[in-house]
């Protein structure tokens, strides 16, 4: 059964989204050539608990680690380990979630680390402009096939890539996962309606080359069949009469990887900003 928020419940979730953004912004300054995708986990969870917030993801369904860090072929659900670095050219996606004041909030951005091949990163720019367009139709009235059909028509149709079907967006508040499941695939005018109160997580994750993934033998990291990169881009958002609000935030992430070196920015066309 779908849960709709009040006003107060999303303040709420607001809150858990800002201190998801100020983690993801904190790595995206601290990410370097060369360091543990462990030590980036070890400084999350250390920022996360000084804010009053718990790690969503350490132990939920036994996952060991506060963050989700997948490289390259992992779609997502990398585990965070001392003996995985981060090298020269990577695509690195960071998902982060947060449990505050009884509610959760989540989100997730791919960072290009050094020199990174165009080709990538053009991959990584469809990638975010997708998850804009699947916002924007994530309206009052709209059903939640459209959202999912905005972010395939785009990438497989004008950009060739292949969306993950197996893994999906969902609901969130109480829960980490909630209904409704929001697919990045999908038929305009189908599903559910979009109604005031609803709060979902919508989050592409599109692979360079074909759409199909399996899963590794920890049981949690998700690659490609044809070992292609993947880019993983994700947004809460509140949906009500007046309006879409964004309750997540990459602004301070953007702010974050302009003073790092270190990594590369996803530009971003003026056409993404105006969906918001």
């Known amino acids: 059964m779908i849960q709709y928020k009040s006003r107060e419940e999303v303040v709420l979730i607001r809150e858990s989204c800002r201190i998801v953004s100020d983690t993801l912004a904190l790595l995206a300054s601290n990410i370097q050539v060369g360091m543990s995708t462990l030590a980036l986990d070890r400084l999350a969870e250390e920022f996360i608990r000084s804010q009053g917030g718990v790690p969503a993801f350490k132990g939920y369904r036994g996952f060991p680690a506060s963050l989700c860090i997948s490289i390259n072929k992992e779609v997502v659900h990398g585990i965070p380990r001392e003996d995985v670095r981060m090298n020269d050219g990577d695509l690195v996606s960071i998902d982060c979630g947060v449990l505050k004041g009884g509610y959760f909030g989540d989100a997730a951005y791919t960072f290009?680390?050094?020199?990174?091949?165009?080709?990538?990163?053009?991959?990584?720019?469809?990638?975010?402009?997708?998850?804009?367009?699947?916002?924007?139709?994530?309206?009052?009235?709209?059903?939640?096939?459209?959202?999912?059909?905005?972010?395939?028509?785009?990438?497989?149709?004008?950009?060739?890539?292949?969306?993950?079907?197996?893994?999906?967006?969902?609901?969130?508040?109480?829960?980490?996962?909630?209904?409704?499941?929001?697919?990045?695939?999908?038929?305009?005018?189908?599903?559910?309606?979009?109604?005031?109160?609803?709060?979902?997580?919508?989050?592409?994750?599109?692979?360079?080359?074909?759409?199909?993934?399996?899963?590794?033998?920890?049981?949690?990291?998700?690659?490609?069949?044809?070992?292609?990169?993947?880019?993983?881009?994700?947004?809460?958002?509140?949906?009500?009469?007046?309006?879409?609000?964004?309750?997540?935030?990459?602004?301070?992430?953007?702010?974050?990887?302009?003073?790092?070196?270190?990594?590369?920015?996803?530009?971003?066309?003026?056409?993404?900003?105006?969906?918001?």
């Open 112 to 276: 290009p680390v050094g020199n990174v091949t165009e080709e990538h990163m053009k991959l990584c720019q469809a990638t975010l402009l997708s998850l804009y367009k699947g916002l924007a139709s994530a309206r009052c009235g709209m059903r939640l096939g459209d959202i999912g059909h905005a972010i395939q028509s785009f990438i497989e149709g004008e950009c060739g890539y292949g969306v993950v079907r197996e893994l999906v967006g969902h609901g969130i508040g109480k829960e980490l996962h909630e209904e409704p499941v929001v697919s990045n695939v999908g038929k305009r005018g189908s599903g559910p309606l979009l109604r005031h109160g609803l709060v979902i997580a919508v989050e592409p994750m599109v692979n360079l080359g074909k759409r199909e993934v399996a899963v590794l033998d920890d049981h949690w990291t998700v690659v490609s069949r044809d070992e292609s990169v993947s880019a993983h881009y994700e947004h809460t958002v509140a949906i009500f009469r007046e309006g879409t609000e964004i309750l997540s935030d990459h602004s301070g992430i953007a702010l974050a990887i302009a003073s790092n070196p270190c990594l590369r920015m996803v530009d971003m066309q003026e056409e993404a900003f105006a969906l918001q």
